[in-house]
C-alpha cells in the first residue's frame, strides 16, 4: 500500500508539472528559473531536516556523489531538456523522455549487474509504443532533416542525464544514506551548481510578478520537487529503478487529461490507443510472471465453467 502511494502521487505529481513549466517559461531564463525553485526546496529540505534532526554529516566521498545527484537529476538534466523545447514541440519532448524506463533499465544492468525479467523489457515496450500512439500525430510530423535533430539529441541526452542520476540515488540509498537527507544535500549543491553557471551565463536575476508564474514556482518547487523526488526515490530503493521508473511512462497519461481539462485537447483514436497500451505496459511490467501465470489460469478456468454452464 505504500508503495502504491509513492506511485501513485508520483505520477499525479510529475505529469501536473508539465503544464506547471509552461508557466515559467518565457520572461525569466531556464537557469534562473530553476536556481529560484531548487534554492528554495534545499531550505524547505534542510529545515525539515533539521527539524527532524536528520544525521547531515557525510564523508568527503559521499559529497561528491551528492555533487553527482546535483549536476544529473536537479541541475543540468533539466536545462538540457528546456533547450530541447527550443526544437521541440513538448509532445516531442515527452516521448523522448519517456525512454528513461529503457534506459534505466539498462543502467540498472550496467551499474549494478542486477537481471531484469524479460517481462520488464515487453511491459516497457509496450508503455513506449503506447506514449508513441498518444503523440502519433506530432510525431508523423517530425522532420527529421531539420535542426528538430538537435532537439531530439538534446532531449534523449537530459534523459540519460537524469538515468544516471538515478543510479546515484540508488548508490546513496545501498550505501545507508536516507533518501531526504542526500536530496537536500543534493539541491542545496544543485542551486550552487546553477549560481555559477548563470554567472557565466550572463543571465540576469529577474523574477516575473505575474500570479501565475509565481504560483507555478511555488507548485514545482514543494510538490514537484521536495515532495515528488522524496517519493520518487523511496520507490528507487523500495522496488528497484527498472519498476519506479515506469513512472515516467504515465507523466504523459496526466498531461494529457490536464490538457483536456485547461487546453482543449481533442481525443482521437490514438488517444485511446496509447492509453490502452500504457496501462497494459504498466501491468505487464509491475505483475510478477507467477501471478500473471495464475491470472490466466484463473481466466481459463473461469471461461471453462462459463461453456460446461452453457452447454
Known sequence: ???????????????????AIEFQLGIVAPEVSLFYRFTMAAILMWGYCKWRKLEMNYSLREHGYFVLLACFNFGFNYLVLYWAQAYLNSAMTSIAFSTLLIINIINTRLFFGKRIASRIYIGASIGIAGIVALFWHDFGGFDFSSTAMIGLVMALLGTFMASLGNMVSVRNSNKGIGVLQGNAWGMFYSSIILLVYIEFSG?????????????????????????AFACYFVLL???????ASYTIVLFPIVAVILSTLFEGFVWQE???????LVIT????????????KMISLKYSQRQQQKAWLLK
Not at 530503493?237 to 519498476?243: F, T
Not at 490514438?270 to 490502452?276: E, Y
Not at 505496459?281 to 501471478?291: D, E, Q, R, S
Open 203 to 227: 543571465a540576469e536575476f529577474i523574477i516575473d510578478t505575474r500570479w501565475s508564474y509565481l504560483a507555478s514556482l511555488a507548485y514545482l518547487t514543494l510538490f514537484g520537487t521536495v515532495f
Open 270 to 276: 490514438n488517444t485511446v490507443l496509447g492509453f490502452v
Open 237 to 243: 530503493k523500495n522496488i528497484g529503478p527498472e519498476k
Open 281 to 292: 505496459g504498466n501491468a505487464v511490467v509491475l505483475t510478477p510472471l507467477k501471478k500473471l
Open 1 to 19: 500500500m505504500k508503495n502504491s502511494f509513492l506511485y501513485l502521487t508520483t505520477v499525479l505529481i510529475w505529469g501536473s508539472t508539465w503544464l
